[in-house]
Every structure is written in structure tokens, then in C-alpha cells.
């Protein structure tokens, strides 16, 4: 197979995020603290025009996310525009409230695939992360309901110290659904991730353990269901390519319709988002401001800057470089070359060690979390 | 599960898989769920036989006439090349005297 999908400097995938409505308060989220409101979300006609320029870019994969995407009443028709103009669907929801209704309407309308995020493999422990009584059966009722219609579907869960001990139980109910392909995500720090850290952080011995049994699952499950593993950055060795390196794969459009290279780009201060209201996405694309900051290598500090990786992770992430070390062009620490990574490795240990935190959940008017982001190093 | 194809298989492209012509980087693309694949023509030939009624022994031979090659050499390399997409889940099929999709 030859190579013309990474080649191009056109982007391949777009992350339409219709809302940051959700009936969950998972802790590990990773929408903003800040979540943006009903009022200043894009209505159907704007995000028609954008899915239709977005195809017209070269964009193959749409993720319809949120935030909740079947809490927007219009979300069969956006659907059905994705197929009518060709772009492949990805459902990427909760299951919760009113997702099992909508179903058979979105097959209708073209909808190709839908991943399906769940908390743990039980019940009670399920509802308790997701802070709602009664999710987990509704998720599986959803799931069993996606099977029943035809639909390709991916299980993905968010892995933390509150449920790192039952991967093995998450494949397995994975595959008992019909699942054909299953994320495994260790939570990545971002958002309320970020706020909630040391609640979620796991030690070393119990990140090594589950990725060993993921990877002897992976051989044993074979043709039946395809695993995929997000590392946890705090224990990597080498940092991910955020996005498929900053501006080249993906773009990612808001609620209320800025576009960004990432979805935590608007962590960094300094940076202007364009949106699509003043801006067709080609424009936004080619010259947009923030995505021309950390495009390429040209901007990238030492070590990253004379590496022979650097075209390969691209640094690793911008968000996570001034999160941890106050400068978003900075390398990665996830990546053992950077100053700060015997900080976060420490930082990581403590965290995983020391009692357990109560999580602060994710809602509207978030103060009560912003102050906590200061406190956590 | 092996990997359980064999000339008998009658092989379809599941739902949530399809064929899509990229106008903009000029090429063909099998897209599946978070994954795209750039198709090189003999990829994209056998893709396009692929129709949930032709076994590959028929899809073989199809080939084998257009290129005038050697059918047994190409019913290998497409039993090869389909086997890789039924492992990614991307490909289901009939096996011969069986109902089953793997
Ligand atoms: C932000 S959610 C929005 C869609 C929907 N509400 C859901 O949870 O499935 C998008 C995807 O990111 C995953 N996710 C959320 N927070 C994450 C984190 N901190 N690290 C990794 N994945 C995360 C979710 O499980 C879900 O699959
Ligand atoms: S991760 Fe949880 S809280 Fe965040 S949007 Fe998805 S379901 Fe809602
Ligand atoms: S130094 Fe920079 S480019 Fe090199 S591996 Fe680390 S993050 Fe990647």
C-alpha cells in the first residue's frame, strides 16, 4: 500500500465537537474546565457548511463528539450530511439518555461506525466513576442495541487507578458485546484529567502490568476483536505524536465553532483560534494562526530541535510541554530527553502512592475545579 | 480464531467498511473505523471484486484472465492480503460448507 495519506499536507480527520453537554461527570474527562454553553453552539446549517468543506479538504474521518453528541436535536441530520458528502461517521458517545432512541434514526441516516465509552466491566464501580446511578446498564442495553442494528462497534475505556485492575474483565465484556475493536486509554492529563490527577494516577507496577496483559490479550484475541492501547505518557520513554504532529492530520472544531489543531489547544495562551464563522476551514487550515504556531519543526527548542525523531512525534504534545513545564514549546516531558522528565516521573510516583483524592466532578461553573489545577504539582 | 480463509471463501466488506475514490490526494481508500487505507491498484482490483458472491477462487481467476498470470500464484497473494484485513476485522467471509463470519 503505498503512502498518499501521509504525504499530503491536508488534513484526514476532523473532531466536530457538537456540545459540551453531558449527562455524565466522568472525573478523567478531558473537555475543557471551561465548558462552553448551549447558547453559543453552532446551529445544523453552520455545521453542514463546515462537514461540506471539510470533505472538500480531504477530510475521510469525522468523530461526532462532545460533550454528549445525541444531546443536539439535530444530530441525525448532521449525520446524514456527513454521508451525503462522503465522509465516514464516528459516533463517539456516552450511551446514556436519549442515545438509544436516536440509534436506528442515525443508521438511517449513513451513520458508518460508533465507539461507545464505558467506565469499567461492573456495574456498581461503572456507575460510581461515571456519577450515575444506572449508566453501565444503559450503556450495555446501547451497545447490544448497535449489534442488533448492524453497526460496527469500538469499546473504549478510560483507564485509571480506579479501574487499571480490571482490563482483563473490560476485554472481556468487549468481546461478549459483539465489540470488533476495543480501546484501551490510559487517561491522558488534560482538562478535568488534568484537575483530578492524583486521583487517577496509577503506580508504575500496575501501568506495566496491564500493558503486558493487552499485549498477551492482543495475540490470544486475534481476528476477534483488535486491541488498541494508549500508553500513559507519565511512564513513557518517548512522548506521542499529538495529533499526528500539530496542523498535519487533524482539526478539531468547538461547540461554538473555533477551530483547533488540538483538542486542549486553547490551554495555551497566546494563541488565536480562527472560526468557522469568519473562515472556511481550508483558510483555517492553511493559515490560521494557531495552526501555523507548532507546524513543522522550525518553532521546536533543544533537545528536540537536533533529534532524529522529530519528524516522528513531532515533539510530542504542546498542551502537555506548558502544562508541566510553563512552555508550550518545550519538549514533551513525557519524553525521557526532556529536563522535566525525571519531574514528572517523581510527580507520578507521589501521586500513585499517596491515598487517593476525592475526584471533583465536571460541571458547569467549574471554580471549584480551576483552583485545583495550581495545587497538583 | 485462525486465519481461516481459503479459496472457497466467499469474502464481503462488513458494514462500516467501504471503498472511497480521494479526489483531492488521487488515490483509493478503503476507510474502516479510525483507520484509512491507501489502496495500490492490485489492492484496489481485488477490493473491487470483492462483493459478497464471488469466492476467491472466482476473484483469482478473474484476475488471472485480465493479467494473463498464473491463477494459482494470485489466489495465494489475494488469500494473503484478505487474510490481513479479516485479522484487522475489516473483512468478513463466508468459509466453505459454513454459515460462519469469522
Ligand atoms: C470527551 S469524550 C466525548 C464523547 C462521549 N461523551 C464519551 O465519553 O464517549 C471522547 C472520548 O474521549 C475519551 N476520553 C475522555 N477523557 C479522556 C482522557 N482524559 N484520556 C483519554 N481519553 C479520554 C472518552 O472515553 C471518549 O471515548
Ligand atoms: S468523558 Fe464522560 S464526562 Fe466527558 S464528555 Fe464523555 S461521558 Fe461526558
Ligand atoms: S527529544 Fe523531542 S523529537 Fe526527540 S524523541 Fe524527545 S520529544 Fe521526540
Redesign the interface.
Known amino acids: 500500500?503505498?503512502?498518499?495519506?501521509n504525504d499530503?499536507l491536508?488534513p484526514?480527520g476532523l473532531l466536530a465537537e457538537l456540545t459540551h453537554r453531558c449527562p455524565l461527570r466522568c472525573p478523567y474527562c478531558s473537555n475543557p474546565v471551561e465548558l462552553e454553553r448551549r447558547s453559543s453552539e453552532l446551529d445544523t446549517a453552520t455545521w453542514c457548511r463546515v462537514l461540506s468543506e471539510a470533505a472538500?479538504?480531504?477530510v475521510?474521518?469525522v468523530h461526532l463528539s462532545g460533550g454528549e453528541p445525541t444531546a443536539r436535536s439535530d444530530i441525525e441530520t448532521i449525520t446524514a450530511h456527513c454521508a451525503k458528502v462522503?465522509l465516514?461517521s464516528?459516533l463517539i458517545t456516552s450511551g446514556i439518555g436519549i442515545a438509544l432512541e436516536k440509534l436506528r434514526g442515525l443508521v438511517e441516516a449513513g451513520l458508518?461506525?460508533v465507539?461507545l465509552s464505558i467506565q469499567a466491566a461492573d456495574a456498581a464501580r461503572a456507575d460510581s466513576i461515571a456519577h450515575l446511578k444506572g449508566a453501565h446498564d444503559q450503556k450495555l442495553a446501547f451497545a447490544r442495541h448497535v449489534i442488533e442494528l448492524?453497526?460496527?462497534l469500538?469499546i473504549n475505556a478510560v483507564i485509571h487507578r480506579g479501574n487499571i485492575d480490571s482490563v482483563s474483565d473490560i476485554l472481556d465484556l468487549a468481546v461478549s458485546l459483539g465489540a470488533?475493536?476495543v480501546e484501551i486509554a490510559h487517561t491522558q492529563y488534560y482538562g478535568w484529567a488534568f484537575v483530578n490527577r492524583a486521583a487517577l494516577m496509577p503506580t508504575r507496577a500496575e501501568v506495566d502490568r496491564s500493558i503486558a496483559l493487552v499485549e498477551a490479550a492482543r495475540e490470544q484475541l486475534?481476528?476477534?476483536?483488535?486491541i488498541?492501547l494508549v500508553v500513559p505518557d507519565y511512564y513513557a520513554k518517548y512522548p506521542k505524536a499529538c495529533a499526528g504532529g500539530w496542523g498535519r492530520r487533524l482539526m478539531n472544531v468547538s461547540p461554538s465553532g473555533k477551530v483547533l489543531p488540538c483538542h486542549a489547544a486553547e490551554t495555551i495562551p497566546g494563541l488565536t483560534f480562527w472560526s468557522v464563522h469568519d473562515h472556511s476551514l481550508a483558510d483555517i487550515w492553511a493559515r490560521s494562526p494557531a495552526f501555523e504556531a507548532f507546524r513543522g519543526t522550525a518553532w521546536m527548542q533543544e533537545p528536540c530541535r537536533s533529534c532524529e525523531r522529530r519528524e516522528r512525534d513531532w515533539g510530542g504534545c504542546r498542551c502537555q510541554a506548558l502544562a508541566l513545564t510553563g512552555n508550550a514549546a518545550s519538549t514533551d516531558p513525557a519524553c525521557h530527553l526532556s529536563p522535566h522528565h525525571s519531574l514528572i516521573q517523581t510527580l507520578a510516583a507521589a501521586e500513585s502512592a499517596a491515598p487517593s483524592p476525592t475526584p471533583i466532578y465536571r460541571g458547569f461553573g467549574a471554580s471549584a475545579g480551576r483552583q485545583h489545577i495550581g495545587e497538583t504539582a | 480464531m485462525m486465519r481461516g480463509l481459503s479459496a472457497g471463501s466467499i469474502p464481503h466488506l462488513p458494514r462500516g467498511v467501504r471503498l472511497h475514490h480521494d479526489m483531492i490526494r488521487n488515490t483509493h481508500v478503503l476507510l474502516a473505523p479510525e483507520r484509512a487505507f491507501d489502496l495500490d491498484t492490485v489492492a484496489l482490483e481485488v477490493l473491487m471484486l470483492v462483493d459478497g458472491r464471488r469466492s476467491i477462487r472466482e476473484i483469482a481467476s478473474d484476475l488471472a484472465a485480465r493479467y494473463d498470470a498464473d491463477r494459482s500464484v494470485i489466489e495465494a497473494d489475494v488469500i494473503d492480503m484478505l487474510n490481513s484485513l479479516v485479522d484487522r476485522r475489516i473483512l468478513g467471509a463466508l468459509s466453505p460448507g459454513s454459515d460462519q463470519k469469522p
Open positions: 500500500m503505498s503512502d498518499a495519506l499530503a491536508t484526514i472538500a479538504l480531504g475521510l474521518h462522503g465516514y464516528n458508518d461506525h465507539q448492524d453497526l460496527p469500538t470488533k475493536r486475534q481476528g476477534r476483536i483488535v488498541d
